[in-house]
């Protein structure tokens, strides 16, 4: 028996135990088809599914109830493996998104590869790693359905009230919420309570049903010994359905507040290479194409000028076009990248080029970072044609 001694402890035991479950070494896939089928999932459904996209974590079917449309966008807090968005992805089509937020990031890996297996990318399917008791990384009212399966009661109840608060923020004026979960049918004893395995094991956080809807009136204006005793006694799974207040207005903003969130973060530094050194190597005439290449990562604001001889790819495919890219630049010793002023989509796209140039192993490439970006070569080379090309 552990006593639970914070809202931040209790967040670290909950992040260590499904992150070590994100590795996909859980459930067998026999259990998880068993428990998918006990809450509604057709075989149909789960013979479409990648291997460990269901990992048998599931206390509902939200999905079942949620009449997700063509064309919306819908919401997932704590998407696992993502059973639920890759089914959803499904219903909403290549005009809709849908979108998997989950605190682990062995989750979130997990599920970007389920999704690729899918041959479903961003923008249309996004897995991000956000902490589900902070602020979303998601617009305000921007999101038709809002999804979560057995994961709110592994929060504190501040943590629960903050994510339903967020909840209602992201939504739109008539959207809806369908929250499988697991609740309390009493006051749980002080002994479940500070039951560390019963807290993973989606008990001891379970609130009463009376103390939820509070909670959305609110939200709107190493594992330990398994327990000892019947959790049936105690709680019990149940499904929340609500609606948001008010008519959509028409338009929403795109969801998602910050688009390169969908992908994984850069883990390296590319050194940047001033205009003068790049301006040198492009007048150079010995350099040939596998010496340098300046790259363009600009896509609807690639007009009014650009490096002469630059390649455009833009940054918001990038990242899935590595492969490609790596196919043909893989081989360029000098790989240098700019947009605007270098301080955003360039340096991003310079990071994922040299993560996968160090993940393949490869040392006869690396990126660079043209200083100053397009703007700064602009105002540096105004006049001088053999530098500066326009459309």
Same mark, same amino acid.
């Given at each position: 028996?552990t006593?639970?001694? #914070?809202?931040t402890?209790?967040l *670290?035991?909950?992040y260590d135990?499904?992150?070590?479950?994100?590795?996909?070494e859980?459930?067998?896939?026999?259990?998880?088809?068993?428990?998918?089928k #006990?809450?509604?999932?057709?075989a149909?459904?789960?013979?479409t599914? !990648?291997?460990?996209?269901?990992?048998g974590?599931s206390?509902?079917?939200?999905l079942?109830?949620?009449s997700?449309?063509?064309?919306?966008?819908?919401?997932? $807090?704590?998407?696992?493996?993502?059973?639920?968005?890759?089914l959803?992805?499904?219903?909403?089509?290549p005009?809709?998104?849908?979108?998997?937020?989950?605190?682990?990031p062995?989750?979130i890996s997990l599920?970007?590869q389920?999704a690729?297996?899918?041959n479903l990318f961003?923008? &249309? =399917?996004?897995? @991000?790693?956000t902490?589900?008791?902070?602020?979303?990384? @998601?617009?305000s009212?921007?999101?038709d359905?809002? $999804?979560?399966?057995?994961v709110?009661?592994l929060?504190?109840?501040?943590?629960?009230?903050?994510?339903?608060k967020?909840?209602y923020?992201?939504?739109?004026?008539?959207?809806?919420v369908?929250l499988?979960?697991?609740i309390? *049918?009493t006051?749980?004893?002080?002994?479940?309570?500070?039951n560390?395995?019963?807290?993973?094991?989606?008990?001891?956080g379970?609130?009463?049903l009376d103390e939820?809807?509070?909670? $959305?009136i +609110?939200?709107?204006?190493?594992?330990p010994? &398994? !327990?000892?005793?019947?959790a049936?006694?105690? =709680?019990?799974a149940?499904? @929340?359905y609500?609606?948001?207040?008010?008519?959509p207005t028409?338009?929403?903003p795109?969801?998602l507040?910050?688009?390169w969130d969908?992908y !994984?973060? =850069?883990?390296?530094?590319?050194?940047?290479?001033?205009?003068e050194a790049?301006?040198?190597?492009?007048r150079?005439?010995?350099k040939?194409?596998?010496g340098?290449?300046?790259?363009d =990562?600009?896509?609807n604001?690639?007009?009014?000028?650009?490096? +002469?001889? #630059?390649? &455009?790819w833009?940054?918001q495919?990038?990242y899935?076009d590595?492969? *490609?890219?790596f196919? *043909?630049f893989?081989?360029?010793?000098?790989?240098?990248f700019?947009c605007g002023?270098?301080?955003g +989509?360039?340096?991003?796209c310079?990071g994922?080029?040299q993560?996968?140039?160090?993940?393949?192993?490869?040392?006869?490439?690396s990126a660079?970072?043209?200083e100053?970006?397009?703007?700064g070569?602009?105002?540096k080379?105004?006049?001088q044609?053999?530098?500066?090309?326009?459309?």
């Open positions: 028996m006593a639970l001694q #914070s809202d402890s209790i *670290k035991v909950v135990v499904y992150n070590e479950k994100g590795k996909a859980g459930a067998s896939a026999s259990y998880a088809e068993k428990v998918a #006990s809450f509604g999932y057709s149909e459904e789960l013979e599914l !990648p291997e460990n996209a269901n990992m974590l206390c509902g079917n939200p079942a109830t949620a997700i449309k063509e064309g919306e966008t819908v919401l997932d $807090l704590g998407s696992g493996g993502g059973i639920d968005i890759l959803a992805a499904s219903k909403v089509g005009i809709g998104q849908a979108i998997g937020l989950d605190m682990s062995n989750m599920a970007r389920n690729k297996k899918k961003p923008p &249309q =399917v996004c897995f @991000i790693q902490g589900l008791t902070e602020s979303l990384p @998601i617009a009212d921007s999101v359905c809002i $999804l979560s399966n057995c709110i009661n929060l504190p109840v501040s943590g629960k009230e903050s994510l339903l967020e909840a923020r992201v939504l739109k004026p008539g959207g809806r369908v499988d979960d697991i309390a *049918k006051i749980l004893p002080d002994d479940i309570l500070a560390l395995a019963s807290y993973v094991n989606c008990v001891s379970a609130i009463q939820y809807k509070r909670s $959305l +609110r939200g709107t204006s190493m594992i010994e &398994q !327990p000892d005793y019947n049936n006694d105690w =709680v019990a149940y499904q @929340i609500a609606i948001k207040s008010g008519v028409g338009d929403s795109p969801a507040l910050r688009s969908a !994984p973060a =850069v883990q390296s530094t590319p050194p940047v290479i001033t205009a790049v301006a040198s190597l492009i150079d005439k010995s040939n194409e596998s340098y290449a300046v790259i =990562v600009r896509r604001d690639h007009g009014g000028g650009h490096v +002469r001889g #630059s390649h &455009q833009a940054a495919t990038f899935d590595l492969p *490609k890219f196919e *043909k893989g081989n360029t010793k000098e790989v240098i700019y002023s270098s301080a +989509r360039g340096p991003r310079a994922w080029y993560d996968y140039l160090d993940a393949e192993g490869t040392q006869g490439s660079k970072i043209l100053g970006g397009i703007k070569w602009l105002n080379f105004p006049d044609e053999d530098l500066v090309d326009c459309d």
